[in-house]
């Protein structure tokens, strides 16, 4: 918590980070979803497993700094348990690591959805040329 001149101010409680995200995340047909990617943002953490169809899944864990807004700038790492050496530092706007979250959890699923890891490949990697 934070003093401010003699307030204390907290984060937003959960109703209120509803109403600031839920415009970029799919508005209220998304809501639950969304409440449940909102309740896993604070915990900066998300173990996967990616399948493959010729192989063991790779395991790994993202990880990212707090954020309160929708346009605020999350410092975010990628790392596979099996190459713990390779680590994958990006950023990107907490809206859009909500929506991957809350795809996350559909069908209950321990992945990250498709369109994250295209964005990380196209945009990300390719951009910073690393492997």
């Known amino acids: 918590m934070e003093q401010l001149d003699g307030m204390t101010l907290s984060s937003p409680s959960g109703d209120a980070?509803?109403?600031l995200f839920a415009p970029y995340?799919?508005?209220?047909?998304?809501?639950q979803a969304l409440r449940r990617a909102l309740e896993r943002l604070p915990l900066g953490q998300f173990e996967g497993?990616?399948?493959?169809?010729?192989?063991?899944?790779?395991?790994?864990?993202l990880s990212w700094s707090?954020?309160?807004?929708?346009?605020?700038?999350?410092?975010?790492?990628?790392?596979f348990q099996d190459r713990a050496d390779q680590r994958y530092p990006f950023e990107c706007p907490a809206h859009q690591l909500l929506d991957w979250l809350m795809?996350?959890?559909?069908?209950g699923r321990?992945?990250?959805?498709?369109?994250?890891?295209?964005?990380?490949?196209?945009e990300q990697i390719a951009d910073s040329g690393s492997p």
Not at 49 to 61: E, G, N, T
Not at 66 to 79: G, H, T
């Open 25 to 31: 995340c799919g508005g209220l047909r998304r809501e």
């Open 103 to 107: 795809q996350a959890d559909e069908g």
């Open 17 to 19: 980070q509803l109403a």
């Open 49 to 61: 497993a990616r399948a493959r169809s010729d192989a063991q899944p790779h395991r790994y864990v």
């Open 110 to 122: 321990q992945d990250l959805p498709d369109s994250f890891w295209q964005w990380l490949l196209l």
């Open 66 to 79: 707090a954020a309160n807004a929708p346009l605020q700038a999350c410092r975010c790492e990628l790392r």
